[in-house]
Structures are given as C-alpha cells and as structure tokens.
C-alpha cells in the first residue's frame, strides 16, 4: 500500500492540565468595577481604556514608554531636522501609482499564473472587468462598478439559458456551454440584471427577445463563468462592454495553476479541546493564491497501522454555526466528531477535514439565493440551476491532499455521498469503508434530503 510521508504531529503536546488559560485567573471584576453585570459590553469596553488612560496619566510619562512618542528623538550634531510638508526639490507628494497604470499585459516577466487567477477571483468581487487572454473584456453583471456600461451581448451559463427558455436555439443547445445571447437593443446594466439574476424571474418572466450566438471564444467563457462562481457572484457578463473601465488579465490556463491542490500546505497546528473530545488537534491550510483556509480536526492519537475514520465535512455557516434546519450539516458535524471520540475511546481515531466550500462551492450568497428560489418551490438542484450554477462544484482533490499532507493514504470514509468516495479514490486516498451518515430528518429539511437521495444519488433511506 502506498504510504505518504507524514508532516508529523504537532511538537511539543501537552498534557491539558498544563495549558489552563491565564485570563480565567484575572480578577475578573476588578477592570470593570462592580456594575460591570449592567454595562453594554461595548461600553465596558470604552470605560476600560478611559480607566487605563487615567491609570497611565496618573503614572506619569514612562521614560521607557514614552521615549518614541512624542518627543523628537535625538538628533547628532550638525544633522539636518526633519522636512516638513516634503521636500521642495521633489515636487508634490504623488500617490504611489502601478506601472501602466495598473494594467497587466500576458508577459512571461507579469504575475504568476496563479496570482493571475487570483486577481481575476478578487476583480470580479469588486466588479471590475475581465480581458481574457483570447477573449474579450468581460464585465460581471451583479458587481459591476462602471455603472453606466452597456454591450450589445451577454454571456451566461447554459443552465441559465435553458431557464430562460433558449435552449431550443441550436447556438445555445449544447448542456454545459456558455452562451452568448445578443439582445435586440443593447444591454446596460438594469437590463442586463434580470437576465443574470432569477430572483427577478417571477417579476419579469419574458426577458427576450434574445439570439443565441456561436461563440469563438468558448475556452475563454467556460473559464470566465467558472471565475464567478469561484468569486461567489452571479455567472452573467457583458462582452466587450463600452466604459467598461480598467481590465484584469487573465489567461484560461491560469485558473488550473490556481486550483491547483499541491499548493496547500500546513501552516500550523494546535491542540484543541472541543466537546465532543478533550483530545484533539487542529490543523490549518493555506495555499498562497486562494484566499480560504481550509482545517482538519484530528480527533485521537494518529497511528499509521490504523485506518481513521474521515468526514469531509463542507462548509455551512447556516448549518454549522445558526443551527439552520435547512439541510442536515449541524447535526451531520456533530455526529461525526462524536463518531469520532467514540473510535478514539476504542483506541482508533478520526479526522475531520473542514473544508471551505460552503453551498458546494457557490459560496454563501449564491446558496442564500438558491434558498430564496426554494421558498418560491425549486428544489435544491433546479435552484442552483436557475441561478446558472452548477449543483456540484466543490474541489476534492483539495481533501485528498489534506489528507496526504496530515499523513493518511487510507480512510474509512463517513458519507452517504459516493461521489465524495470516487472523489478520494481518483485522487489516490484508499476509502477502506464507506460508513453511512444519516441523519433524522426535520420538517424542513425532509424535500432537501429527499432531493440529494433522488436527484444527486446520495445513498439515503
Ligand atoms: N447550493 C446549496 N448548497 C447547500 C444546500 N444545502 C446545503 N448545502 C451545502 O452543502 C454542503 C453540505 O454537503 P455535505 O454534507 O458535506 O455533503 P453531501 O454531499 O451532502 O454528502 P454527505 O457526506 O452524505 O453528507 C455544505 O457546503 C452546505 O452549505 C442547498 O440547498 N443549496
Ligand atoms: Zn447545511
């Protein structure tokens, strides 16, 4: 069996009684004076710097404190003092400005592919405009800043088309290819918005009439819709927008670079008690270009002659952290870290990889959308659809080499999801077990489970 090479466990373990926190032993009321159970925190918060800043007055100026506070520090003889307002022979101060203004041609000497990609994800959420390399300038419809933009094409997703009943044009039939449509007058913003977004649908069911064009460009627009949906944002774009303002750059084989999973590596680790287990350990991941900082739990003592039980747990703050009786993530996480004390107890133990992937990979405002279609009666894979996204986007690999960097080839895998076993296994985890994790069902989420067992293949009763 192939065996990856551990980054180790933490150094240093201690034992709990050791790392009791200092703040428990502050006399707790002594900063806050005795009315401190009737005071707004906030409040306390100010009255605690007014009291310290009193304290510090009353001391006096502390040589050491205050030796680079304001007082000059002192000057050799003969030195000039310290220019005030600049200096003259430099003319006026200036902003620091980018080379060309800020704009980034497709040379070997610009940004990494990946830091490419990486700022492609970052323009696109402050609605600033894409030059695909091969491609045109594509301005996102939902986050757009040059207000006043307008292009005689838009481009958006299949799954959206087909919402707008497009799909029997021949140019946008295709199931997963982007589509161009090009409206009878030009798009501006206000008109482009119900196109991009579903929430308006019931508003405005016609949108048309619109004409689906062949696209020249389809690597371009596959990679564009893909930036969105990574960046959170609804998959609609003007083409070659009038005042669409200062582009990004962006190549379709940057996004491969920044995906790429071999970037992550552990940043750190830490013991953590939780309460399903006072004996468990965090681990953090980072990658230098994606911003999301992905942690495992590591719940026991880790043996490499014993296969742990995993989750890949996705995250969800309406799940995890409201207690939402939407979908069954809190009760699913809760469950497997006890899964997991309990295998630790018996001498086994567990991982949990949180991975950041909320909504599946369409991020939280994307997935509170869908949940606004699902109140109007689309369940949860039509939503994402009608929305133009996909119902299934999240990166596994990125679990895998988690995984591999904690140390783990083998799992006895937690799911009820055999995509997520595939997923591990083509990615070279061995899943020695798939271990069943259903959970009762509510009144609210009873259609989402139905729906994942129907639609999605997940292996429910
Ligand atoms: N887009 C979307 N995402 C949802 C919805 N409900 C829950 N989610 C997300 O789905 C993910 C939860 O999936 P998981 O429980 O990890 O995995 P799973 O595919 O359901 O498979 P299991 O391992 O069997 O639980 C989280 O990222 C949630 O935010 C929904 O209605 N729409
Ligand atoms: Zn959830």
């Known amino acids: 069996m192939r065996r990856l090479r551990s980054q180790g466990p933490a150094q240093g373990r201690q034992p709990h009684a050791d790392r009791g926190r200092d703040a428990g032993a502050l006399p707790r009321r002594a900063w806050l004076g005795r009315s401190r159970a009737r005071v707004h925190p906030r409040a306390g918060a100010q009255l605690f710097l007014v009291v310290l800043s009193q304290l510090l007055a009353a001391e006096g100026p502390g040589p050491a404190a205050r030796s680079h506070v304001g007082q000059p520090r002192p000057r050799e003889a003969g030195a000039q003092p310290p220019l005030r307002g600049g200096n003259p022979a430099l003319g006026k101060p200036e902003r620091p400005r980018a080379a060309g203004d800020g704009v980034r041609p497709l040379t070997a000497s610009g940004p990494s592919p990946a830091r490419r990609a990486a700022q492609a994800i970052d323009a696109l959420r402050h609605g600033w405009p894409l030059a695909m390399d091969g491609g045109p300038v594509l301005l996102p419809v939902e986050t757009a800043v040059a207000r006043q933009a307008s292009a005689q094409r838009m481009l958006i997703s299949a799954a959206r088309a087909e919402t707008l009943k497009l799909a029997n044009q021949r140019e946008a039939a295709e199931p997963h290819a982007p589509v161009l449509i090009h409206g009878a007058e030009p798009f501006d913003l206000a008109a482009a918005l119900p196109v991009a977004d579903p929430a308006l649908d019931l508003a405005a069911p016609l949108k048309g009439p619109f004409r689906a064009e062949t696209i020249g460009w389809l690597e371009q ?13 609804l ?19 940057d996004l491969a670079a920044w995906a790429d999973a071999a970037a992550l590596a552990i940043a750190t680790r830490a013991r953590l008690p939780v309460s399903a287990s006072e004996d468990a350990e965090i681990v953090a991941f980072r990658s230098a270009d994606d911003l999301r900082e992905h942690v495992a739990l590591v719940i026991g003592e880790q043996r490499s002659d014993v296969a742990p039980l995993v989750r890949l747990h996705s995250e969800c703050l309406t799940g995890d952290i409201l207690g939402s009786l939407k979908c069954d993530c809190g009760p699913q996480l809760d469950a497997a870290l006890h899964a997991m004390a309990d295998e630790a107890a018996r001498g086994g133990w567990g991982v949990l990889l949180y991975l950041r992937q909320e909504g599946r990979g369409i991020g939280l405002v994307n997935k509170l959308r869908a949940y606004r279609l699902q109140d109007q009666g689309f369940d949860t894979v039509d939503a994402n659809r009608r929305l133009g996204l996909p119902d299934e986007a999240r990166d596994f690999p990125v679990a895998s080499r988690m995984l591999e960097l904690l140390g783990v080839d083998e799992v006895r895998l937690m799911t009820n ?32 489970l139905s729906t994942k067992r129907d639609r999605s293949g997940h292996l429910l009763t």
Not at 236 to 251: H, K, M, R, S
Request: charged share 15%; aromatic share 4%; net charge negative.
């Open 417 to 448: 999801n055999p995509a997520k076993v595939e997923a591990l296994m083509a990615s070279g985890i061995a899943v020695a077990e798939r271990v069943p994790h259903q959970l009762p069902a509510n009144p609210h989420n009873t259609r989402y």
């Open 235 to 253: 998959p609609a774009f003007l083409v070659d927008p009038a005042d669409a303002g200062e582009t990004q750059p962006v190549a379709v084989s």
């Open 221 to 233: 627009a596959a990679a564009a819709l893909e930036l969105a949906r990574i960046a959170g944002i």
